[in-house]
């Protein structure tokens, strides 16, 4: 009878399978997009992948918070019997990422890191905000907004806007308040600011700043490096046809505001030019499209050096860098519009249904005001006329794992206790 040999218990490391510690400190290196694809490979892996804290360590690692953005296809649909919609596309790679409900009347506010923010078109204090992760699909209402008191709702505008401080870590919804239309001269007008901290118990909180311009909805709030900035117009806009000439920058650490200049940018006599304010590359860029009924239009792209530390109102230097002759003199506001940059280091423009591209690895900048050619010129397909359906393109989307449930606020015991309470009432008088 042959002697039985005692085999050593077998444990991870021998067998080549990575134990839970180990695999959470390889995952936590890896790029977004490479963990969402690890978590298919077993229950392990997914299992690690999910867990809230590795979540939140991988969210605020420097290879992520420092990642190239990119950019995002958001549709919104409204069919007649049927709750609305936003489907999120990678615009690089053309694969779907999400496909979530939002309540009716809602629209994209702005991107924030790897969040989209919606909000009612109309209703800024009875609708809360819904912030949604496209890559994991998760989806978070906000608390509601104050609500408005004033007596003349009808001249008052708002503007949400969704910013992200890298020295705090904290995500904050902004809500600017001010006054459309009103025959005051002065240079100054108060400006509202409404804002909530994700996460942060004490709810909404109210402060203000006079403004020397109004914040204007020509192009989408864009986050870059702890601030947000926002195109402005004058006060007096609605009475005289000024040109934009100044930037709202709002810090979202200390919450303070100020104003920085726009780059001088030619005019066309009794011509508008579209502007607005887009992320390239982790830079602020300020597009300017000159229509000319005469000629062809133009369109220059600038791009801002990187603002002073601070609340310092030192202002910031912008370099042109790309100057196109633009066929067709055509424009929409309703429809797509917005500038990025792909993977392949190819400027994007859209405007309306045309994609124009550029090869910025040719030629990083103009000198001398010398125009450029684009490479390529798309005509992209008409949206389905069966359905309402919004669409655009966004830059500054980076993505990330943080769950915008993880923001989500407890319900209170008062909140169960009176949440029936209306039926409690209704029985109690019918069993009487």
């Not at 709702?153 to 806007?161: A, E, G, M, P, W």
């Not at 000319?292 to 990187?306: A, D, G, L, R, Y």
């Not at 915008?404 to 015991?413: G, I, N, R, V, Y």
């Amino acid at each position: 009878m042959g002697s039985r040999r005692c085999e050593p218990k077998r444990n991870s490391s021998s067998t080549g399978i990575p134990s839970r510690d180990m695999l959470h400190e390889i995952l936590v290196k890896l790029p977004t997009k490479h963990v969402i694809r690890s978590s298919c490979v077993s229950k392990l892996w997914r299992k690690v992948a999910c867990a809230p804290s590795f979540r939140s360590r991988h969210a605020m690692a420097s290879h992520v918070t420092s990642a190239r953005t990119e950019a995002l296809l958001v549709t919104e649909r409204r069919q007649p019997g049927r709750s609305d919609e936003a489907s999120v596309f990678n615009a690089s790679s053309g694969k779907a990422m999400c496909c979530v409900p939002i309540p009716a009347s809602y629209g994209l506010a702005n991107v924030c890191n790897g969040f989209l923010c919606f909000v009612h078109a109309r209703e800024g204090d009875e609708a809360p905000a819904v912030v949604c992760n496209p890559a994991t699909g998760e989806t978070v209402a906000l608390p509601k907004a104050p609500p408005l008191i004033t007596s003349d709702k009808n001249y008052l505008d708002y503007i949400f806007s969704f910013g992200f401080s890298p020295s705090t870590g904290e995500y904050k919804l902004f809500r600017l308040l001010f006054r459309s239309w009103s025959s005051s001269t002065s240079s100054e007008q108060r400006v509202e600011v409404d804002v909530y901290t994700l996460g942060d118990k004490r709810g909404w909180r109210r402060h203000s700043f006079d403004s020397p311009c109004c914040p204007s909805k020509v192009s989408a709030p864009v986050s870059i490096h702890g601030k947000l900035y926002l195109v402005t117009v004058s006060w007096t806009h609605h009475r005289k046809r000024e040109n934009p000439t100044r930037l709202l920058a709002i810090d979202v650490a200390t919450e303070l505001c100020c104003t920085y200049n726009l780059p001088d940018y030619e005019t066309v006599p009794y011509e508008q030019p579209t502007v607005g304010a887009f992320e390239l590359n982790g830079r602020l860029c300020f597009a300017a499209h000159i229509t000319n009924f005469t000629e062809s239009s133009k369109i220059h792209f600038w791009v801002m050096s990187p603002p002073p530390e601070g609340n310092d109102p030192q202002q910031p230097s912008w370099d042109l860098r790309y100057s196109f002759h633009m066929l067709g003199h055509h424009f929409y506001f309703s429809r797509p519009w917005g500038c990025w940059l792909d993977d392949d280091q190819m400027l994007c423009y859209l405007m309306n249904e045309t994609l124009h591209k550029y090869d910025t690895t040719k030629c990083p900048a103009i000198s001398d005001g010398g125009f450029l050619q684009w490479d390529k010129k798309l005509h992209l397909p008409a949206a389905p006329s069966r359905d309402r359906c919004l669409w655009n393109v966004c830059g500054g989307y980076r993505p990330t794992l943080l769950s915008p449930l993880s923001f989500a606020l407890p319900p209170s015991q008062g909140d169960d206790e009176n949440k029936h309470q209306f039926e409690h009432d209704v029985l109690s008088t019918i069993r009487l």
